[in-house]
C-alpha cells in the first residue's frame, strides 16, 4: 500500500488535474475534434458518478486492501491513451443502465424539483414572517424608548 494521503494525492493529479488539463487542450483547438470532445464529456460524467457513489461506497469497501490504488488505477484506465477505458465503461456500463432507467429518473428529478421548490417556498415565507416580525418588534422597541 502506498498509503492514503499519497494516494489520494495521485488521484486528485491522475483522476481530475491532468484529465482537466488534457479536455482544457481539447476544448480550446481551432477545430475542436468531436470525438474527443465526447470523449471528455463521457470521462466526466463517470468521474462525476464515482465520486458521488465513493462518498457512500468507501464506508463499505475502504477497508479491502489496495482499495485506494485500484481506484487511482480504474482513473488511469478511464483516460489512458492506449486502453481509453472510458469508451468501453460508458458504452456497456453506464449507457444501458441510464438508458434503461431514464424516464424513472427523470420522474424522481422532477418530483425533487416540485419538493425543493415547496420547501423553499415554505422557509422563505417563514424567514419574511420572522424578519417583519423581528423589525416590528425593533421600531416598537425604537418608538417606546423615544417617549419622555
Avoid at 462525476?48 to 485506494?68: K, N
Avoid at 480504474?74 to 453506464?94: H, M, N
Amino acid at each position: 500500500m502506498i498509503g492514503s494521503f499519497l494516494t489520494r494525492g495521485l488521484i486528485m493529479v491522475f483522476g481530475y488535474a491532468y484529465p482537466a488539463y488534457d479536455c482544457f487542450k481539447s476544448v480550446e483547438k481551432n477545430k475542436p475534434d468531436i470525438e474527443q470532445l465526447r470523449f471528455w464529456c463521457q470521462y466526466w460524467i463517470l468521474v462525476a458518478v464515482l465520486t458521488v457513489s465513493e462518498r457512500i461506497g468507501d464506508t463499505f469497501v475502504s477497508w479491502v486492501p489496495m482499495y485506494s490504488e485500484a481506484k487511482l488505477a480504474f482513473y488511469i484506465y478511464l483516460w489512458y491513451p492506449k486502453t481509453k477505458g472510458t469508451t468501453y465503461v460508458y458504452d456497456s456500463f453506464f449507457r444501458p443502465y441510464i438508458s434503461k432507467h431514464e424516464t424513472e429518473i427523470d420522474r424522481n428529478l422532477m418530483e425533487l424539483r416540485t419538493r425543493a421548490g415547496d420547501v423553499l417556498v415554505l422557509y422563505w415565507q417563514r424567514a419574511a414572517s420572522y424578519g417583519q416580525t423581528r423589525i416590528f418588534d425593533v421600531l416598537q422597541y425604537i418608538a417606546s424608548q423615544s417617549t419622555p
